[in-house]
């Protein structure tokens, strides 16, 4: 070797300190199980049990206007009491109020259990507008929640900040954590935030945007229709389908790889809402509800799965009957590609497996970890169990557990080499029995 130790040392000790920073900053999918949506409405319309009262309108919904056999009750994932574009610019008094009441009822919800399994608000943006009455919604909405709660916040709970720009303001809000947490006795690192990428300013600065946040950022969501309306895409053709927002959630999966932030689409705005109400509708108005919610399932449908295909599995839902469908083309996407990918992988990891133990180089790791993915997403939705899961794929609890189709690979290598070892420890001891037996049959050992 030409070059000295030292200088090696010196340029591997470097790399060391990159790889550990690397390491530190994007490490990986945490293998918590992420929402597959959220609900935003209005902080002024919250209640203590809304997970079970719009599981009950879906299921309204779908009796009324798909009836087939199912039960949604428990289908809200993720809630947040909006005091944005869902609640609007109300006087300062009444805002007050209904950060107080949206709290209290959050904490009957605690005690109670009817929460759901992720929930959070989202404030108002920190621009130099808004940044005070943002402030005192979040002061008095936590104030409220811990001293009803009993110095305590929900699981998983999260503050949305909208309509980001710049990372100071992410920075703003880690900032106010560290003052409220101490005030109101909650542990340090409790309260996180999740950021909304709404603008285009904000595609540009997005990975300076959660490193503002300190540790405190767990969520990236986009938002359709400001960002569209940035872009100066009219009302007509703003659509979670556009060019332009495609290229906006691409560089977000760009910037956010290996962060282990969930990603989150934006909402389809057309909703499954009947014209007609009452109980005593002509023919033709039932026709016509039925139309109408039908094509805005459809067009929901279709969002879906595009969003899908585009690898965020997590989205926004603004109207109870727009579970129905969240969920309809959830299970379509997984299990109709069930068989196949099941198929796939048990083959993939046979295949890649005799590659590895022969010596020769397997390169398509990439596609094995693919496959992998989809079955986690499916189970993370409910579309199949993991013992299901287990049973398709030929793999082990432990393998689909550590989500990585490269260590399934290691452990699978490691294990055979182990086999391979036995074996011939089995061969020495046959081989030493058998030179006994010989050695007895010549009188040579009694």
Request: hydrophobic letters at 45%.
């Amino acid at each position: 070797m030409t070059l000295r130790d030292e200088a090696v040392r010196a340029v591997f000790e470097r790399l060391r300190g990159a790889n550990l920073e690397f390491s530190r900053t994007q490490p990986g999918d945490s293998g918590r199980r992420q929402p597959v949506h959220t609900v935003y409405g209005g902080a002024h319309l919250f209640k203590a049990d809304i997970a079970s009262r719009l599981g009950s309108l879906a299921l309204r919904a779908l009796e009324d206007y798909a009836p087939i056999p199912a039960d949604l009750a428990a289908a809200v994932e993720d809630f947040r009491a909006d005091f944005e574009d869902g609640y609007g610019n109300r006087p300062d008094a009444e805002e007050d109020g209904h950060a107080e009441a949206a709290a209290r009822e959050m904490a009957v919800g605690l005690a109670s259990g009817s929460l759901p399994a992720f929930i959070g608000i989202r404030i108002k943006p920190f621009t130099e507008e808004l940044k005070a009455r943002s402030l005192r919604t979040l002061d008095l909405f936590l104030t409220a929640l811990v001293r009803e709660a009993g110095g305590r916040l929900p699981e998983n709970f999260v503050v949305t900040l909208p309509k980001v720009t710049i990372p100071e303001q992410v920075a703003a809000l880690a900032d106010l954590f560290d003052l409220l947490e101490p005030a109101l006795g909650l542990p340090q690192g409790t309260l996180r935030l999740e950021i909304m990428i709404e603008t285009p300013q904000s595609i540009l600065r997005l990975p300076s945007l959660p490193v503002a946040g300190r540790g405190r950022c767990v969520a990236a969501h986009f938002g359709t229709y400001d960002y569209t309306a940035a872009c100066n895409i009219t009302a007509e053709h703003q659509s979670m389908t556009h060019p332009v927002c495609d290229f906006a959630k691409h560089m977000m999966q760009v910037a956010y790889a290996g962060t282990g932030l969930w990603l989150s689409d934006g909402a389809t705005n057309v909703l499954p809402v009947p014209p007609h109400r009452g109980s005593d509708l002509t023919a033709a108005q039932i026709a016509e509800n039925r139309a109408v919610v039908h094509r805005a399932w459809r067009l929901h449908a279709e969002h879906v799965r595009h969003s899908l295909v585009g690898g965020f599995y997590q989205g926004w839902d603004l109207h109870p009957a727009q579970l129905v469908t969240r969920y309809a083309a959830l299970y379509a996407f997984f299990l109709e590609g069930l068989d196949a990918a099941s198929d796939r992988l048990r083959n993939f990891v046979q295949k890649a497996a005799q590659a590895t133990l022969v010596g020769e180089v397997f390169d398509d790791a990439a596609t094995g970890q693919g496959l992998l993915n989809y079955f986690l997403r499916a189970v993370n939705c409910g579309a199949i169990t993991e013992e299901e899961a287990l049973e398709r794929s030929g793999l082990t609890l432990a393998e689909l557990r550590g989500r990585s189709f490269v260590r399934i690979l290691e452990r699978r290598r490691d294990a055979h080499d182990l086999a391979v070892v036995a074996e011939r420890q089995d061969e020495d001891l046959i081989s030493l029995e058998e030179m006994k037996r010989r050695l007895r049959k010549d009188g040579l050992i009694k």
